[in-house]
């Protein structure tokens, strides 16, 4: 079976990489399951 793909929104990355609040801890799940090969992640 394929893997998910998602559209990450440039505002993802930024919260991600500026570990903005509330939106860090989600931002970090979607990295993670990218790093692990669980989805693929797009910008």
């Not at 559209?7 to 990295?31: C, G, H, M, S, W």
């Not at 399951?33 to 989805?39: H, R």
Request: glycine share 2%.
């Amino acid at each position: 079976m394929d893997k998910p793909k998602i559209l990450l929104d440039t505002n993802i990355v930024i919260d991600f990489l500026q570990k903005r609040e509330p939106f860090y801890p989600l931002a970090k799940q979607l990295f993670n399951a990218i790093e692990a090969k669980e989805i693929d992640g797009y910008l």
